[in-house]
Structures are given as structure tokens and as C-alpha cells.
């Protein structure tokens, strides 16, 4: 009802592009902050990107600057993060959360507190 639901992942090679989506439901993902995670097995949980609400900056981890891209689109109440040049470093289960607070993009890598998470999709980077 109230919940966080991933798509978009795959099986690509190297190289390839993936387009991630985050789409709520039971409430409105525009006031949220949104994260992407990411952890690959036998990883700890890492903070790869994340947009405020509203949108006036975007945040990235160094690994992926250059090759993701988040964005949101209100009216479709979803949260997007576009990959390219995927390496097979990338390879990992990928999840978005969600944070009413206006700071969460503040110190959403080092904290795993978020009002709504979802259960994630599987991105496989191989040849």
C-alpha cells in the first residue's frame, strides 16, 4: 500500500545502459527525498545517488559521477536513475529509498535511516 517499487534491471554487458525506476505507491514521492543504494554480494550497502525535493541539487558517489544520472518526474510519481557505461563493478542489487526530511541527501551514505524502502532489482553487468 504504502511502499517503494524497483524496475528496470537486467542481464547487460559491459558498456551498456540501464534506466532504473523507483515508483511509489500510497503516496506522493515529489516531497521525498530520494537515494539509490546499491550492494553487491558479500558488500556492505553503499549510497550511490540522491535527489532532493525538490529537485535543486542531485548527489553522487565518486565510482559513478559521470556515468548515473537521477532525475524525477512528479507527475508519473517516480524517480529515475539512468546508467551508462555500465562496468561489471556495478553488478550489485539496487534499491530506493525515500525521506520526507529535506536534508536526507545530506548524509544518506552513511545512514540506512529512511521512511520507505523498497525491495530492489538486480542489476548484472557481464560478458
Known amino acids: 500500500q504504502l511502499h517503494l517499487v524497483e524496475s528496470g534491471g537486467g542481464l547487460v554487458q559491459p558498456g551498456g545502459s540501464l534506466r532504473l525506476s523507483c515508483a511509489a505507491s500510497?503516496?506522493?514521492?515529489?516531497?521525498?527525498?530520494v537515494a539509490w543504494f546499491r550492494q553487491a554480494p558479500g558488500k556492505e550497502r553503499e549510497g550511490v545517488s540522491c535527489i532532493m525535493s525538490p529537485p535543486v541539487n542531485t548527489y553522487y558517489t565518486d565510482s559513478v559521477k559521470g556515468r548515473f544520472t537521477i532525475s524525477r518526474d512528479d507527475a508519473k510519481n517516480t524517480v529515475y536513475l539512468q546508467i551508462d557505461n555500465l562496468k561489471p563493478e556495478d553488478t550489485a542489487v539496487y534499491s530506493c529509498a525515500a525521506d520526507y526530511a529535506y536534508y536526507y541527501c545530506l548524509g544518506y551514505v552513511s545512514s540506512s535511516k529512511a521512511d520507505y524502502w523498497g525491495q530492489g532489482t538486480q542489476v548484472t553487468v557481464s560478458s
Open positions: 500510497g503516496f506522493s514521492l515529489g516531497a521525498y527525498a
